[in-house]
């Protein structure tokens, strides 16, 4: 098997001591990486089966594409995990870079199927473009959370930091914990008690608001009434 | 390097070798009666076709727009990059490549010469940066002067002499070729968020109107003796019912024409629409075709849309912010001072898509039932209708009504329905893919030494692995677009760059420009220089100093002087 060294091409077991038996049936595959792999990118990029589990930080683009299977890492990955999935599970024990499920630069097509879990932080624009699918947070995320999606769903469990949701068409995103400030486009709806996300209840209270209307969005986002004191002036429009 | 290329089939319009088995010999880049077998290198084109390097009248490859297109679309180049090899540099982009990747690609399909047609003549220096890097192909630029303040000035008032001076000196001092003519009139009106309705609507500020422009840049490009007719992208382009100005805009200077043609209609297919509205949107292929089968002053090349993701790009403004409108995608839209505009946009032309289908359809109908193959040209606007890449396809469509009535049932019904593809039966043939792709293109640009294979041509040579004696192209049209897809061999200069698809030497070609300046007598050229001096420190933001190219800034320039042109 070929991969790419910069602008050259060299095989595989010149990189990585390979070890086990090849198996006909993907789904029976299990694929143990370890190693420095920070600058190692597109690791299960356009996967549709099987599972990898990878123990270590990794660098780029990991589960770029992917339709199917699952993804373990047992450490932190670099920006663009899981850009542009239709489908499957990419799970990250430590901290993901920005555009996490985004869409790539340019592009409107970011993740519309499949679950990512992280259980650091995040940086920013997660789930920018996002068009469907899940993405659980339990760490605390960077600015721009969503920023443009059309389907899907985002939870945070912890703090989030400037504009969640900016241009957001539709889909849902809930936030848990403190948000530093959220755009003036967005009109708060009710105040909800508790919130679904992929079929998991999480309790509230929570703010929602509708947006973003400058784009004539109509997503929905749900922010901890009881973390954000500083958005208690918006009741007054209830 | 001396090369003889034996045994092919031989396809040479201009000389009127039709499908010969012959030899061709070049020498020292040029194509020779004959040369010493011992010493040259000998190609045996045996079971395949030769042809003259193809040439493309019409692609947006280098400059302003197309490098704006680049920046604003990074997944353009994501899906499609090439790795550096020892002999060629790597790059990325499937609708705008870069530079160095747009030159092998067209030498890969055996293409030697390309025009880019849309140039701000404000960014003539950065136009002809990319032209130089581009590899291997011989350039030419058009500067944009349908909407150039000056024009519009000279041409209210009637000056057509003073009009004519000043267009030359801005052809000398951009080092364009042609005189381009985009949606005359309109672009200035969208400066001031207008566009002009029709060919008697007056250019809001100058009272000049889109008629007066295009006859009037006619009548400069005869007295200049350029050797291509003014190329316009006509008024109304885009919009339903504007077959009616496309006939106007032809029909104008019908009165100017004389042995040769004297308008280009270029990407002819997004200015055939007929209908009040996009859900009443028809074909208005049939009109043009039999206004041009009845008149012969007019060349026009296709703009055939295919099915694929691409980039739209366009000195006309309004039309880019109609397509804003229609697709809701990011775009760009730029105001050049006092010259022109430009907007660009990413666009999808999808099959189901009863307007893209329409679109689709009427270009081929356009090439199909114009008789004359000398006077219709193959492009696709690239990458307005699709990235030049897929002229292959296009081929095959043109050689094989299967291959058309494949594609047929694919597309939106109602589309197919009332598609006039269905009623037409010609294919091309070998002879006239020639004409389309290389011969007439040649000719319409009054290039003498291009798109033939006699003695004294270039030798830029397309051999293509396909036997025209067994292969019906009819029925095998996947052999046609395989064998345009990749040249067994490109040629270019008497060198060979291509082989099978492989770039195997990387050259630099070089860039046409009309020296037109020397067309005017001493006097006036003095007083044109002396006039731009003064208007330079009251319009533009440059030093007139920056704003001219000297010839040494070009990498191969080649000078045309329109006096002593004389045609083939």
């Known amino acids: ?238 | 390097m001396n090369l003889l290329i034996k045994n092919g089939l031989v396809y040479d319009p201009i000389n009127g070798v039709e499908g010969e088995e012959m030899d061709i010999a070049v020498k020292n880049g040029k194509i020779v009666e004959k040369v010493n077998e011992r010493r040259a290198k000998v190609i045996d084109a045996s079971g395949m076709i030769v042809m003259p390097g193809g040439i493309d009248i019409h692609t947006h490859i280098a400059g302003s727009e197309v490098n704006a297109g680049r920046l604003l679309r990074p997944e353009d180049h994501f899906i499609d990059f090439e790795a550096k090899t020892e002999v060629t540099r790597s790059g990325v982009g499937r609708s705008v490549p870069s530079t160095f990747i747009t030159g092998y690609r067209y030498a890969r399909m055996g293409y030697t010469m390309i025009c880019n047609p849309s140039m701000p003549p404000l960014e003539a220096r950065h136009t002809h940066e990319e032209l130089d890097d581009t590899p291997i192909v011989d350039k030419a630029t058009y500067p944009l002067l349908g909407d150039w303040w000056f024009v519009l000035e000279y041409l209210e008032k009637g000056l057509i002499r003073e009009c004519a001076a000043h267009v030359a000196w801005m052809i000398s001092a951009t080092k364009g070729y042609a005189i381009k003519l985009v949606n005359p009139g309109g672009v200035e009106a969208w400066g001031f968020g207008r566009n002009v309705e029709d060919l008697d609507d007056p250019v809001p500020n100058f009272g000049v109107t889109p008629r007066e422009i295009i006859r009037g840049l006619c009548k400069v490009n005869k007295m200049l003796n350029m050797p291509h007719t003014i190329h316009v992208h006509t008024n109304r382009l885009g919009q339903p019912g504007n077959f009616t100005t496309t006939l106007e805009t032809m029909e104008t200077v019908s009165d100017m024409a004389d042995e040769r043609p004297v308008i280009h209609i270029t990407h002819c297919q997004f200015s055939a629409f007929k209908g009040d509205d996009w859900s009443t949107l028809r074909s208005g292929a049939e009109e043009i075709s039999k206004y041009v089968n009845s008149h012969s002053h007019v060349t026009l090349d296709m703009g055939q849309v295919v099915f694929t993701d691409t980039t739209t790009m366009t000195a006309d403004g309004p039309w880019q912010y109609t397509l804003y409108e229609i697709s809701g995608n990011k775009w760009i839209n730029h105001d050049v001072e006092t010259e022109t505009g430009s907007g660009i946009l990413p666009f999808r032309y999808r099959r189901k898509s009863y307007v893209h289908a329409v679109m689709w359809s009427i270009a081929l109908e356009l090439a199909l039932l114009i008789k004359d193959p000398w006077r219709i040209y193959l492009t696709t606007d690239h990458p307005n209708g699709a990235p030049f890449t897929t002229y292959p396809r296009i081929i095959s469509w043109l050689m094989s009504q299967k291959a058309r009535e494949r594609m047929l049932e694919k597309i939106n019904r109602k589309a197919r329905k009332r598609s006039l593809l269905q009623d037409i039966d010609r294919e091309y043939t070998f002879d006239e893919i020639a004409i389309i792709t290389r011969a007439g293109q040649a000719k319409a640009l009054g290039l003498r030494s291009k798109g033939h294979l006699g003695i004294g041509a270039d030798a830029d040579i397309a051999i293509y692995n396909i036997d025209s004696r067994t292969v019906d192209p009819s029925r095998d049209y996947r052999k046609v677009r395989r064998a345009f897809k990749n040249a067994a061999y490109t040629i270019k200069s008497g060198r060979i760059v291509a082989r099978n698809g492989v770039i195997v030497e990387s050259i630099f070609g070089r860039t046409l420009w009309v020296d037109a300046v020397s067309s005017l007598d001493d006097e006036t050229a003095t007083k044109v220089s002396k006039d731009i001096e003064k208007r330079f420190r009251e319009y533009w933001t440059i030093e007139l100093e920056n704003y001219i190219i000297p010839e040494r800034y070009l990498r191969f320039p080649i000078c045309i002087q329109p006096r002593r042109r004389s045609e083939k």
């Open chain 1, 1 to 238: 098997m070929k991969v790419w060294e910069g602008n050259k091409k060299r095989a595989l077991r010149d990189l990585f001591e390979i070890d086990g038996e090849p198996n006909d049936s993907p789904r029976a595959i299990t694929l143990r990486i370890s190693g420095d792999l920070r600058k190692v990118r597109m690791i299960g990029a356009n996967m549709t089966d099987g599972k990898i589990i990878v123990k270590g930080n990794v660098g780029m683009r990991i589960g770029e594409k992917m339709s199917g299977g699952e993804i373990l890492v047992e450490g932190n990955v670099d920006s663009w995990a899981g850009c542009m999935m239709t489908g499957g599970r990419l799970e990250v024990k430590g901290s993901a870079g920005d555009y996490l499920g985004a869409s790539y630069r340019g592009s409107r097509k970011g993740m519309s199927g499949g679950e990512i879990v992280v259980h650091g932080n995040v940086g920013n624009e997660a789930g920018c473009f996002m068009r469907g699918g899940v993405i659980k947070i339990f760490g605390n995320s960077g600015g721009f959370l969503g920023v443009h999606m059309s389907g899907g769903e985002i939870v945070v469990k912890g703090n989030c930091n400037e504009y969640p949701g900016a241009g957001m068409l539709d889909g849902k995103i809930v936030i848990c914990g403190l948000v530093s400030s959220i755009v003036p486009t967005f009109t708060i709806e009710d105040i909800k008690e508790t919130v679904k996300v992929n079929g998991e209840k999480i309790m509230g209270p929570f703010y929602r608001f509708i947006g973003d209307i400058a784009d004539h969005g109509h997503g929905r986002l749900y922010i901890s009434k009881n973390r954000n004191l500083h958005l208690k002036s918006y009741e007054r429009y209830l």
